[in-house]
């Protein structure tokens, strides 16, 4: 019992140690502090700096020897101290964590500035990613100590320097609330304010006619504007308004907005558009993609200033008559009240069942509410507060609006089934007594859900971060030809065919919206030449449609593919490697060697030429003995370059998966448990991730095929057969489809599969694909899965962290032969059922193969086949027993250890921090740590230090 459990010696002792020279306080808003600063409160620093002070006042001779210099720091009255303090903390780095720390960005580097009080001050824009709100949230400060720990603390992990998200490279720092209104305030156009039309000969002019009050900050004006373009003095007349000019100070001018080559546009302003929440974001992106972390922190400071000084200018404040109810409400609701009396005569006539009726009355309330939002939307004055605040991005959305003027609509009683009486009435009407007790089911699930969810997605990333903690990158290059297959990933939601009629217009002209964004179901030939126009499948653009009409044909049949895009193609090929160089299929010539980084110029190649499918480098194909390689990797999604050699791989992809995981549980508490009608919940979605990870058979598991065939179906009273016939190799497979599966909707009788087809709906057992298809196909249908779940909810993950997880899940190999291991020296006995690591196997195979080359050619390789297990089962079979123990089943583990006199060769992360050594992660991997280190201060001492990256 005490090595076991959160309290025992490996969770509590080894692993949760605590540290000397730390505090911890609430936290304030600093709005005038730079991103890289915080406010330190006097008396915490001068407890956290003693040591520092002391050396100070004595090194200085201002007080003789440390026992005088201690008595007069406990003062804390004399100047003197106060000066030490203020000397010491001068480019001394202090690092504060917000627990639950999540992601790597929940502790952060900050340079000090001593501040009056006892809390610590933040700056507003580092809030987002330790996810920190001033309502009474306490923060910790850690000292880091050390030269080095300064050192890598300044470098590595200042606030300034971490702008970029890990899970997805985007900004993290995008401004919030108040910062993203006073933009959106300062950039609106009001065509009819005072002083629209008005001319200024230049900027000056324009802002002084602003502070004289002859025009206001939205209204149209026309200002010229000079520029020194090839040392010769250019001007032109521009249109803007006050607000984008002030807006555009602080912008650089070269973001790629404007196309700065056309000599007529080379004097626009670069944000002449209405800037809202996302439109900031792509600022910031491309700031720093185009000016790099220094320059991006001085902007995002700037736009913060001119945020929160506008946002208090603009006045902006709500009053219950601000929402405005929708005139059209009333009649809405008499519609659907005359609907659903209907539907109920309907099924007390016995024309429709019970569940259809109940489907009938939701759908019915659902396009009621609809309605009424649209209508409230048709209805709103774009200078509403409450409008202004929703459409900015700066708080609240469409569907709070919707239950503040329109109608709440349908809930979810507490098992997640919709209640079909719905609520009428907003918040601005009050609900009546029977809606309130309703609508209190529905916050008591949120604030239930939120509890109950933060606990099951903090285990998810435990059991994350302990079966990856050991994948590091540990060289540049592993020399593998091998990749993945790369698409878009999307789903198709509807699709149809038809013939459609080219007829002119009024115009005497073909539109060609007639056949824009459909498919070819044939490739296309010119009936006249025979000259291939388009192949099929392919979506017809506005070139395409030109060209099918001007060959002249009357009639084409076309496909409609209704498809829910749910990750763009280039998101997949970003930042990572080809496995082949691309070349031009007619020339020859290179276009990407696969030598190079791809860029976002580099993937919108791809796509322009057409290529749908593309082999990548991957870390599920990557041959490195200990952990993966940079090439493999791609790129650090921190900084967008490549990944350096050291960087801890694993535990970003486990927080990258896990933090969004404990975000999205907490977002039913916001919309206060209302029906959405989709699966909208994230209750369906974090069970989903957990099942796939953990490599469960789903409920209701779908079928697929095992074989390529023509269906039969056969259906008899109490049993549905499916039958696949393969005609050429005379193959069948008969499978038993219980009543309550659904066939998908290309099943049907004489239909053809393919082996591995899905043949009834749901969800697949990914064991039944590995054990079907293979390895690749199992890994493409985790990274799907897992990708649909987070990108219908809106989070954006990268591949390459849920390919780092299934890497983790498929290391292991069953033997079924073990050949002729058992001849060579050095090697363990391999067992027959036994699961070990595959580079293991392909050690020894390499060993059997290079044996036969030399001429024993009566020797065998060893057989295996591919083993997917669970996170759980993956972290606690891990090689390293003291990772294992420390993980579940300590006893065990330890027991089972010492039976087989095991031996842990300390290559992750978890058992070099339990026996105290420096992770070979970072800084402290051994190419890093052969510095020397020559100490100039008090006489010359060279000493080797660990961990100086310098």
């Known amino acids: 019992d005490m090595l076991k459990g959160k309290q025992g010696r490996f969770r509590q002792n080894l692993l949760g140690k605590r540290v000397d020279y730390s505090g911890r306080s609430v936290i304030v808003v600093g709005p005038e502090l730079k991103m890289y600063q915080c406010g330190l409160p006097k008396e915490m620093a001068l407890e956290l700096f003693k040591p520092f002070v002391l050396k100070r006042l004595v090194d200085t001779e201002v007080i003789p020897n440390i026992k005088s210099a201690r008595k007069t720091v406990d003062r804390a009255t004399d100047k003197r101290v106060w000066d030490a303090l203020e000397h010491v903390i001068k480019s001394h780095p202090v690092l504060l964590n917000r627990a639950p720390t999540l992601h790597r960005l929940g502790i952060q580097a900050f340079e000090p500035i001593l501040v009056e009080g006892r809390a610590i001050k933040l700056h507003p824009l580092v809030c987002s990613a330790f996810n920190a709100d001033f309502d009474g949230d306490q923060m910790a400060v850690h000292l880091p100590l050390s030269a080095e720990a300064q050192a890598e603390a300044r470098f ?108 007529d546009r080379q004097f626009d302003l670069e944000i002449s558009f209405l800037v809202k929440k996302k439109e900031l974001g792509d600022i910031i992106d491309r700031c720093i993609r185009i000016h790099g972390t220094t320059t991006t922190s001085e902007v995002l400071d700037k736009i913060k200033a001119l945020g929160f000084k506008f946002s208090t200018r603009s006045g902006i404040t709500t009053a219950v008559c601000d929402a405005t109810i929708p005139p059209q409400k009333k009649d809405i609701l008499r519609a659907a009240d005359e609907k659903i009396d209907q539907i109920n005569e309907y099924y007390a006539m016995g024309y429709i069942s019970e569940a259809e009726k109940s489907k009938l009355v939701v759908t019915t309330w659902n396009d009621a509410t609809d309605q009424v939002t649209s209508a409230l939307k048709a209805n709103m004055d774009p200078y509403n507060p409450i409008q202004m605040m929703a459409d900015s991005g700066a708080r609240g959305s469409i569907a709070q609006l919707r239950q503040l003027a329109g109608m709440r609509g349908l809930i979810n009683n507490t098992s997640g089934a919709v209640i079909e009486i719905p609520i009428r009435s907003n918040y601005r009407e009050g609900l009546n007594i ?30 994350l971060v302990d079966v990856s903690q050991d994948v590091i990158i540990r060289e540049e ?157 791609g790129a650090n999604l921190a900084n967008n370059n490549l990944v350096s050699v050291g960087e801890a791989v694993g535990i970003i992809a486990a927080q990258s998966i896990g933090e969004p995981g404990t975000q999205l549980t907490m977002r039913t508490f916001h919309t206060g448990g209302i029906a959405s009608g989709g699966e909208g919940d ?88 590995l054990e079907v298809l293979d390895v690749s196909a199992v890994q493409d249908y985790i990274i799907l899965e897992v990708q649909k779940v987070y990108r219908t909810q809106g989070v954006d993950i990268n591949d390459k962290h849920i390919e780092v997880i299934v ?47 030399g001429g024993q050619t009566d020797l065998v390789p060893i057989t295996t086949t591919p ?84």
Do not use: W
């Open 434 to 463: 029977m809606e309130y007790f309703i609508s209190s089911r529905g916050a008591r699930k949120g604030l239930a859900d939120t509890a109950l969810r933060t606990a099951d997605s903090g285990y998810l990333t435990r059991r």
């Open 156 to 263: 590595l992990m200042l606030a300034a320097n971490n702008l970029l998200k890990l899970s997805d490279g985007r900004p993290v720092a995008v401004p919030s609330q108040d910062m993203i209104l006073g933009s959106y305030y300062l950039t609106m156009l009001k065509p009819e304010d005072k002083g629209a039309g008005k001319v200024f000969r230049d900027v000056d002019e324009a802002m002084m006619a602003y502070y004289e009050g002859d025009v206001t900050l939205h209204a149209p004006i026309r200002v010229r504007i000079t520029k020194d373009v090839a040392e010769k003095k250019l001007s032109k007349i521009i249109d803007c308004t006050i607000g984008r000019l002030i807006f555009n100070e602080n912008i650089p001018q070269n973001l790629g907005y404007v196309d700065r080559t056309n000599s």
């Open 682 to 769: 994230i209750t369906q979605g974090l069970p989903r991730v957990e099942e796939l990870f953990e490599a469960r058979k789903p409920k209701n598991a779908a079928m697929i095929a095992s074989i390529d065939g023509t269906v039969h179906l056969k259906e008899e009273k109490t049993l549905r057969t499916l039958i696949i016939r393969n005609d050429e190799t005379g193959e069948t497979e008969e499978l038993s489809v219980p009543y309550n599966y659904k066939y998908c909707a290309h099943i049907f009788e004489g239909a053809k599969v393919k082996k591995g087809d899905h043949l009834t709906e749901g969800n697949v057992y990914p064991a039944r694909i």
């Open 867 to 950: 083993v997917l297990q669970g996170i759980t089962k993956a972290a606690s079979s891990s090689d390293s027993f003291m990772s294992a123990a420390s993980f579940q089943e300590t006893t065990k583990a330890l027991t089972d250890a010492a039976i087989r006199g095991k031996v842990d060769h300390l290559e992750g992360l978890k058992e070099n921090v339990i026996i105290g050594k420096l992770i070979p992660a970072g800084t402290g991997m051994e190419i890093y740590n052969n510095v020397q280190i020559v100490r100039t201060a008090k006489g010359d001492m060279t000493a080797e230090h660990p961990g100086a990256q310098i």
């Open 477 to 633: 290059d592993c020399g593998t030809e091998d990749g993945i297959d790369v698409y878009e990933i999307s789903m198709i939601n509807r699709q149809s065919e038809r013939d459609v009629e080219l007829v002119p217009g009024e115009d005497g002209v073909v539109p060609t919206s007639l056949l824009e964004d459909y498919y070819l179901t044939e490739d296309f030939h010119d009936p006249k030449t025979g000259a291939l126009i388009m192949r099929k499948d392919k979506k017809i653009s506005k070139e395409n449609a030109q060209a099918i009409i001007d060959t002249g044909v009357e009639q084409m049949h076309i496909r409609e593919i209704n498809k829910e895009l749910i990750e763009p193609y280039a998101d997949r090929l970003i930042g990572r490697f080809l496995c082949q160089d691309l070349r031009d299929p007619e020339t020859g010539e290179l276009i990407i060697s696969k030598d190079k980084l791809l860029t976002e110029k580099d993937a919108q190649r791809i796509i322009d030429m057409d290529i749908q499918r593309i082999k990548i480098r991957s870390v599920l194909k990557c041959r490195s003995k200990i952990g993966v390689c940079a090439k493999c990797y």
């Open 807 to 853: 890497r983790q899940m498929l290391r292991k190999v069953r033997i079924e032969d073990a050949g002729s291991s058992h001849d060579l020296p050095d090697v363990e006995y391999l067992l027959p059922g036994t699961l070990v690591e595959r580079k293991r196997i392909a050690e020894v195979n390499d060993q059997i193969q290079a044996l036969i080359d």
